[in-house]
């Protein structure tokens, strides 16, 4: 039991670092990459603490090499997720009843483990598995993961600090329960932060979790479990599955002891998680959390007023920045027309300039997309636009899978602003931009708030402050992260804490104490400590 109202370490933001050339973390990242490449790494779930191996060895490749083996993990079926319930069912009690400074001290621990001797194997893991640049695996796999490690353990106090006014001769208190049953976690390939926070985070507020890594981020996942096994996290805590994703939903979902769903991906796959949910409602203990982070179809806003080559630099970056597979990514940009010249001659320029090709040579600032089924509809779309009488590609628009999924970054400027690549989710490195009339600034506000389902990130560039003010309000529902004079990806930990609505998820929030409040169900407790003798109240007296 605790003995005292203990204070946890005061977090900061995790410095990132730069790996400039003569650095040493550039001297051990490539050492990693190295030794990491010249193994093959043998990949088993884990299931109540126990590496589990099967007979069906699955190989996984770099998509930027695809000639390339870093090892094969071991595919699971049904009865490896009916284990992993048991497991976690097994682990709740005693997992619960530990006291919360002892959960937080887990977590801690793996956050200094990933600041030290393992932060250049998730870096490298990273790079190797998912094709993300030297900078982009360090402010994802390692910084940003470190901060979600020990903000939420902050959060876990502050949400526990909050307790309710008592009266006179009453005690009044609220406890934080872990939610009753097996959070399921659902994770993507292109954060491997967010891999392990979505597991992470229910398992610190005292959940047991189910954890289904996408196939494309396993080789991370399993670096990452190494991480949890050598914080001290105990088994059964959060257990580890390669299994199929609909037969892992369908068990999962209609399971008696299914309490949560803390998921990141496609929307149509949370609309159908959400589905089957509401059809099994009558099955479960308790109205389960459903907490998801979906898609975007994120947008830069540029007025007439706006600094060209701020405008640039963040088209550039937004867009492009890990071959456009982040659901913040820049993806469609609205430029007036008194400023189209030089946007274009400079962001063409510019794109121009990328290198793209493996993550070992850090002079590549674009890599591999992610598989060939990503390559396929990304350049279908590409393929598309070509064929297009209203569509000019003005930078890319060239394609190969020979070697690994190379797309080169593409620019397309759209003469229609409801064109399909203006409208649907590519997750690739596309950016369409329609040119607006200078003088039809609000009514291309308009266009911009009701072209898109989704409601994810969004920037507004402009020098003048009342076009500031009026697209921030008019823009209110259209982006959960807005930023001004800013590109719309990068959103760090205490800082811009991330989601959308609409159709980009329950803006409920990762990196503030808003997302880890889901996971614990309240319990108020009253205590009289002079509890009444008489049932009769003094308005029952005659005068």
Known sequence: MSKGFFNVPYPDNEPVLSYAPNSPEKAELKA???KMKSEEADMPMFIGGKEVRTDNRISVHPPHELSHTLGYYHKGDESHVHQAIDAAMNAKESWEKMP?????????????LLAGPFRQR??????????????????DAACELIDFFRFNVSYMTEIYAGQPDSA????????????????????PFNFTSIAAN????????????????????IYSAHVLMELFREAGLPDGVINLIYTDGPTTGNICFSHRDFAGIHFTGSTGTFNYMWKTIGENMANYKSYPRIVGETGGKDFVMAHPSANAQALIVALARGAFEYQGQKCSAASRAYIPSNLWGEVKEGLVKMVNSFKMGTVEDFRNFINAVIDEKSFDNITKYIDAA??????????????????GYFISPTVIHTQDPKSATMCDELFGPVLTIYVYDENEFDATLEILDNTSPYALTGAIFSQDRQAIVDAAYKLRNAAGNFYINDKPTGAVVNQQPFGGARASGTNDKAGSYLNLVRWVSARSIKENFNPPKDYRYPFLAEE
């Not at 049953?181 to 659902?186: E, I, L, T």
């Not at 979505?198 to 981020?217: D, F, H, I, R, Y």
């Not at 070509?386 to 899978?401: C, M, Q, R, W």
């Open 32 to 34: 990693m990459l190295k």
């Open 386 to 403: 070509k064929n297009d009488p209203n569509v000019e590609i003005i930078a890319g628009g060239t394609y190969s899978k020979e070697v």
């Open 100 to 112: 919360w400074e002892h959960r937080a001290s887990i977590f801690l621990k793996a956050a200094e």
């Open 122 to 139: 998730i870096n490298a893991s990273t790079m190797l598995g998912q094709s993300k640049n030297a900078y982009q695996a360090e402010i």
């Open 198 to 217: 979505l597991p992470a985070a229910p398992a610190l507020m005292g959940n047991t979790v189910v954890w289904k890594p996408a196939t494309t981020q």
């Open 168 to 187: 006179d001769g009453i005690w009044n208190r609220s406890e934080y329960r872990a939610l009753e049953g097996f959070v399921f976690a659902v994770t």
